[in-house]
């Protein structure tokens, strides 16, 4: 068993970051300016976006897509039971009441056919979400959105570096919401960017500024450089070059990172994958998972322990776990207020009680994957349950 405990998740920082950080410190410049928009024009680049802005969190891009959109009282928003809770709270943030769709049984994604049953004339939207890296069907749920005259929001937390039939994640025209959240595949402590079109962008951008404008004002004005105008109440959504600055070299790096997640899921899939006791994570051949997350469920047929007990022994090995996620539905704020009861999403549900999220980093050595290998299946060695014998 190993001495120290594994982190679940552990940041890759490096001393080009650092530098990077430093040069940010002394240059005098501290929010919003150069680096940041670096760091737009690399990303736009890298993800083959249409443009992109910088913000200070993925729930910040979500929120202000909505806003952007004009959604609000009165509409309805389709998204994913098997989420993080941002996803759904800015569906409330303004006013709009949140429709779940349940998932795919196989890559936990929703289920383009749930969201089709959820569809009322009150829908406005979808916020899919790429579930731990996974491309969601985009052609369906695309094809969805153009027959019903829905907006399309992607949550793209898991998903940078994914792709769909070989277009990046991001590369669409429609809102999508990255994260760079301190345990996410590319990290800038916290932050996020939204990409999408150009007009999209420029009232994103406005919005996320305090709705403040310089534009308006340049044309009434000669010189215009103290002027501003309010067009909307806007929020404080802005990235500072102190983000940017850790952004700029994570980027940098990310492929290396990519490849090196991609190599630890691999000895994690040969590991497991003929495990009765075990399900392993799908990827489908359309597309590039980002492998945010590696999520393995449990058989429970075939073990004396249920998932809980799985993740008690696991960690009592010093391994660190997580569990993505507490379906929206059985938190209290969102079981009380529409009154959903845990098996109205079976699928999100039921497998939910079966999974559990092994460590993933770039940071890993292969002596931490053989730790957890070897954890997980000691675990399950001691727990098996046997045939019963006559
Ligand atoms: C992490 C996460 C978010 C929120 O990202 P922040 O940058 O922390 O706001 C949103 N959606 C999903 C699916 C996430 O995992």
């Not at 806007?234 to 070059?241: A, H, I, L, P, Q």
């Not at 997350?293 to 058989?299: M, Q, S």
Request: hydrophobic fraction near 40%.
């Amino acid at each position: 068993m190993r001495e120290t405990f594994l982190p679940f998740a552990p940041p890759m920082i490096g001393e080009e970051e650092i530098e990077e950080v430093i040069d940010t410190l002394r240059s005098g410049w501290l929010t919003t300016g150069p680096k940041t928009r670096q760091f737009a024009a690399d990303f736009t680049a890298y993800t083959q976006a249409p443009g992109a802005l910088t913000v200070n969190s993925c729930t910040a891009a979500l929120h202000l897509s909505l806003v952007s959109l004009g959604i609000g009282a009165g509409d309805e928003v389709i998204t994913t039971p098997l989420t993080f809770a941002a996803s759904v709270n800015v569906i409330e943030h303004v006013g709009a009441r949140p429709v779940l769709a349940d998932v795919e049984p196989d890559t936990l994604n929703i289920d383009p056919q749930k969201i089709e049953q959820a569809i009322t004339p009150a829908t406005k939207a979808i916020i899919a979400v790429h579930y731990a890296g996974h491309p969601v069907q985009l052609d369906a749920i695309r094809d969805i959105a153009e027959r019903h005259n829905l907006h399309l929001i992607e949550d793209a937390a898991h998903a940078i570096g994914a792709a769909y039939k070989n277009q990046p994640i991001g590369s669409g025209s429609n809102p999508t919401c990255f994260s760079f959240y301190a345990t996410k595949n590319l990290t800038t402590g916290e932050g996020g960017m939204l990409t999408g079109d150009d007009e999209f962008l420029d009232r994103a951008r406005m919005l996320s500024l305090h709705g403040m404008s310089r534009e308006a004002w340049s044309r009434y004005s000669a010189g215009g450089k103290w002027a501003y105008d309010i067009a909307a109440p806007g929020f404080k959504y802005n990235m500072t070059d102190i983000q940017a600055a850790i952004g700029l070299q994570q980027l940098r790096r990310f492929e290396a990172m990519q490849s090196r997640r991609r190599e630890i899921v691999a000895q994690y899939q040969s590991a497991f994958a003929n495990d009765p006791a075990l399900q392993t994570p799908v990827c489908h051949e359309d597309v590039t998972h980002a492998w945010h997350l590696y999520v393995l469920r449990i058989n429970e047929s075939e073990l004396t322990i249920e998932r809980n007990q799985l993740i008690e022994a696991i960690n009592a090995r010093n391994i660190g776990t997580s569990v993505h996620f507490i379906p929206i539905h059985m938190h209290s704020y969102y079981a009380n207020r529409y009154s959903w009861k845990p098996e109205d999403f079976p699928v999100a549900f039921g497998n939910f009680n079966r999974m559990v999220s092994l460590p993933l980093s770039a940071k890993m050595s292969d002596q931490d994957v053989a730790d957890v290998i070897e954890a997980v299946t000691d675990v399950v060695a001691v727990s098996r349950r046997r045939a019963m014998v006559a």
